[in-house]
């Protein structure tokens, strides 16, 4: 069964940083892109950032360019999110996500469960 | 950046057919996908690539996509159908994927 379960989420003050964790299993992990896509609470979904299966194609959503990083460890099938800076506006379920790349396009499939980050102060 | 436009909510009773759309420009010449997600848990792939299913999921639910439309349908609707809908696209000029607002669907 491919599954994707995150961790490392948590409440920090703004500033503040976090790193997240994603493992995989179930799938060749270096076969795929991965992603991160976040959702504030009651609100829709914001894709935050990409990363090709051998880490050379990087992307970043401009809310979290220059603040964010995301990494992969292939050997480990994990990918993880280094985020620092962080606002307020940051808070949110952060999932990390699979893409199946066909033909130009991009879907996310499966989903991990989630994993809440809170920037309170 | 490129712009999708989903109604805030639609209301369907049960056994009828729920349709939910997702506006764009030239949307139809671009590659649509739909989640599927219930209060409290992760969103759900329910169409990828415009009209196809994957595995699991009900005949039920069809996609297409045509001009500046894209919609998912929603035939013999169930109560357990209640949720957020939400389109999405890969913006080839920014190389980033794009989300529509998301579509509350009631089941009255």
């Given at each position: 069964e491919v599954e994707l379960v995150e961790s490392g989420g948590g409440v920090v003050r703004p500033g503040g940083s976090l790193r997240l964790s994603c493992a995989a299993s179930?799938?060749?992990?270096?076969d795929y892109g991965m992603s991160w896509v976040r959702q504030a609470p009651g609100k829709g979904l914001e894709w935050v950032s990409y990363m090709n299966w051998n880490g050379g194609i990087i992307h970043y959503a401009d809310s979290v360019k220059g603040r964010f990083t995301i990494s992969r460890d292939n050997a480990k099938n994990s990918l993880y999110l280094e985020m620092s800076s962080?606002?307020?506006?940051?808070?949110a379920f952060y999932y990390c996500v699979r893409a199946i790349a066909i033909a130009g396009t991009n879907w996310f499939d499966?989903?991990?469960?989630g994993t809440l980050v809170t920037v309170s102060s | 950046s490129y712009v999708l436009t989903q109604p805030p909510s639609v209301s369907v009773a049960p056994g009828k057919t729920a349709t939910i759309t997702c506006g764009g420009?030239?949307?139809?010449?671009q590659s649509v996908h739909w989640y599927q997600q219930k209060p409290g848990q992760a969103p759900v792939l329910?169409?990828?690539?415009d009209s196809d299913r994957p595995?699991?999921?009900?005949?039920r639910f069809s996609g297409s996509n045509s001009g500046n439309t894209a919609t998912l349908t929603l035939t013999r609707?169930?109560?357990?159908?209640e949720a957020d809908y939400y389109c999405q696209v890969w913006d080839s000029r920014t190389d980033h994927p794009v989300f529509g607002g998301g579509t509350k669907v009631t089941v009255l």
């Amino acid at each position: 069964e491919v599954e994707l379960v995150e961790s490392g989420g948590g409440v920090v003050r703004p500033g503040g940083s976090l790193r997240l964790s994603c493992a995989a299993s179930g799938f060749a992990f270096d076969d795929y892109g991965m992603s991160w896509v976040r959702q504030a609470p009651g609100k829709g979904l914001e894709w935050v950032s990409y990363m090709n299966w051998n880490g050379g194609i990087i992307h970043y959503a401009d809310s979290v360019k220059g603040r964010f990083t995301i990494s992969r460890d292939n050997a480990k099938n994990s990918l993880y999110l280094e985020m620092s800076s962080l606002r307020a506006e940051d808070t949110a379920f952060y999932y990390c996500v699979r893409a199946i790349a066909i033909a130009g396009t991009n879907w996310f499939d499966p989903w991990g469960q989630g994993t809440l980050v809170t920037v309170s102060s | 950046s490129y712009v999708l436009t989903q109604p805030p909510s639609v209301s369907v009773a049960p056994g009828k057919t729920a349709t939910i759309t997702c506006g764009g420009n030239n949307i139809g010449s671009q590659s649509v996908h739909w989640y599927q997600q219930k209060p409290g848990q992760a969103p759900v792939l329910v169409v990828s690539d415009d009209s196809d299913r994957p595995s699991g999921i009900p005949e039920r639910f069809s996609g297409s996509n045509s001009g500046n439309t894209a919609t998912l349908t929603l035939t013999r609707v169930e109560v357990g159908d209640e949720a957020d809908y939400y389109c999405q696209v890969w913006d080839s000029r920014t190389d980033h994927p794009v989300f529509g607002g998301g579509t509350k669907v009631t089941v009255l």
